[in-house]
């Protein structure tokens, strides 16, 4: 890291002046030790899991949606299917079991310690650990109603900020789903001490995946590009074990699902982009690779004050 913001301090333009992405350079130099970073094998991983607390009626969609686009996705015809072209990823969707939904969590822990040592090693083991970047997203009808859930056990405060209309649940129903999470989390908290019997009690299990996704990605020192509200909080569910666990994740974009943003800033993080998306299937992460390749590319290509002769500051 202090390599990379030597080199970009010397390149030709004013120190700063490329804001974000000089930010972006310094994290892929340092993440994957390398003086000159790549981007050339970009794995995207899209996990996909069916809950049992969409028995509450709390999504837009029936629970049917997961595993019918899981086919779209195979298919080559959802939005991610572009994204991934378009920005230079392998595209790679794991299907959790999606004949056998999760334990609705108002009722039950929505997984056995099996269960989700299972989704957790699933999660582990489809990172490769030969690639430049890893971009983490899922697909689960209800697994907003999951993250909101995750997120107020972690950090607190009204049931009502942390939930939102996900795949565009009607407003009149909003308060019933923050009832919800607030009975789910009331139920469960006493139970939880770690970031694993949170996972297993409030999550699914594509979030669980996706923690252990993150998990394998840290042993290898590769950079992570987390989606939106959905995978940022399952990522998040790891911190109250491991503090810094995410500080080789970066926040793609900021998700219009309102708690994404006390999220991000509960974490100390800050987003790379901002496009009102709410999409999740890793979309965000696909777009902001495109922002990652402009980093390196100007980090990695530009010429230096004394290979352009142009000269320095004044000051
Ligand atoms: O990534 C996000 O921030 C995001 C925000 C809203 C919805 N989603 C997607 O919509 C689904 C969950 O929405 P819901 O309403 O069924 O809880 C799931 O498949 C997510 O990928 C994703
Ligand atoms: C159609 C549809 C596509 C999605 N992609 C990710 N979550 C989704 C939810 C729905 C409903």
């Keep these: 890291m202090d390599y ?10 004013p120190q700063g002046s490329l804001g974000k992405l000089e930010e972006l350079s310094i994290f892929m130099a340092g993440w994957q030790g390398k003086e000159h970073p790549r981007l050339n094998q970009i794995s995207c991983l899209v996990f996909a899991g069916n809950h049992g607390v969409t028995a509450q009626g709390i999504s837009a969609y029936p629970p049917a949606v997961t595993k019918q686009m899981v086919q779209n996705f195979e298919n080559g015809g959802a939005a991610i299917n572009q994204l991934c072209i378009a920005a230079g990823a392998k595209l790679r969707v794991i299907s959790l079991d ?3 939904p999760t334990a ?3 009722k039950a822990p929505a997984m056995s310690e099996e269960e989700l040592c299972r989704a957790l090693q699933t999660g582990a083991d489809a990172v490769p650990d030969d690639c430049d970047c890893l971009l983490l997203g899922e697909m689960g009808i209800g697994n907003t109603t999951a993250a909101a859930a995750l997120s107020l056990a972690l950090f607190g405060g009204d049931s009502g900020q942390w939930t939102g209309r996900g795949t565009g649940l009607a407003k009149d129903k909003l308060a019933h789903k923050a ?5 789910a989390v ?16 409030l999550g699914g299990r594509e979030l669980a995946a996706i923690a252990g996704a993150v998990i ?6 590769t950079p992570v590009l987390l989606d939106g509200f959905i995978s940022t909080a399952a990522a998040a569910a790891l ?6 666990i995410l500080d080789h994740c970066q926040v793609s974009h900021l998700s219009v699902e309102p708690g994404h943003r006390h999220l991000i800033e509960t974490l100390g993080k800050s987003p790379i982009l901002q496009l009102d998306m709410r999409l999740g299937e890793a979309s965000g992460a696909a777009v902001a690779l495109m922002i990652l390749r402009a980093s390196l590319a100007t980090y990695n290509g530009m010429a230096s004050f004394e290979e352009a002769h142009v000269s320095r500051s004044l000051q």
């Design 179 to 183: 009832e919800v999470v607030e009975t």
């Design 98 to 100: 999606l004949d056998h």
């Design 216 to 221: 394998a990605a840290r042993q290898y020192r």
């Design 4 to 13: 990379a913001r030597t080199r970009q301090d010397s390149l030709t333009k």
């Design 104 to 106: 609705d969590f108002t």
């Design 186 to 201: 009331r139920r469960h908290s006493p139970e939880i001490s770690d970031s694993f019997e949170l996972l297993r009690c």
């Design 239 to 244: 911190t109250i074990s491991a503090p810094d």
